[in-house]
């Protein structure tokens, strides 16, 4: 049974940065590419980066770029997102999945940009 459980997210001010992690449980994880997903309120969920299972490849939305990094830690079966620069229009739910095939998916970690 596949087990994602996202954390990291909180309240930040534009400008500021954030790092979210998760823990993944469940599957065989070091054969899988992962990536992070976002939906915002009222928007279809967005993908944001994805990893390969290796961590050689990966790759970000154009909107993000610059500012947002993945990466992974197959010992011990976490994918982070490295976040900097937020803007107001980065609030969303941040998850992460399966990529390029999603699993079920986790609760989210939510991400607030305010001043």
């Known amino acids: 049974q596949v087990q994602l459980v996202e954390s990291g997210g909180g309240l930040v001010q534009p400008g500021g940065s954030l790092r979210l992690s998760c823990a993944a449980n469940?599957?065989?994880?070091?054969?899988?590419?992962m990536a992070w997903y976002r939906q915002a309120p009222g928007k279809e969920r967005e993908l944001v980066a994805h990893?390969?299972?290796?961590?050689?490849?990966?790759n970000v939305a154009d909107s993000v770029k610059g500012r947002f990094d993945i990466s992974r830690e197959n010992a011990k079966r976490t994918v982070v997102l490295q976040m900097a620069t937020l803007k107001p229009e980065d609030t969303a739910m941040y998850y992460c999945?399966?990529?390029?095939?999603?699993?079920?998916w986790g609760q989210g970690t939510q991400v607030t940009v305010s001043s």
């Open positions: 999945n399966t990529w390029p095939r999603a699993s079920s």
């Open positions: 469940g599957f065989r994880f070091l054969i899988e590419g």
């Open positions: 990893i390969s299972y290796d961590g050689l490849i990966t």
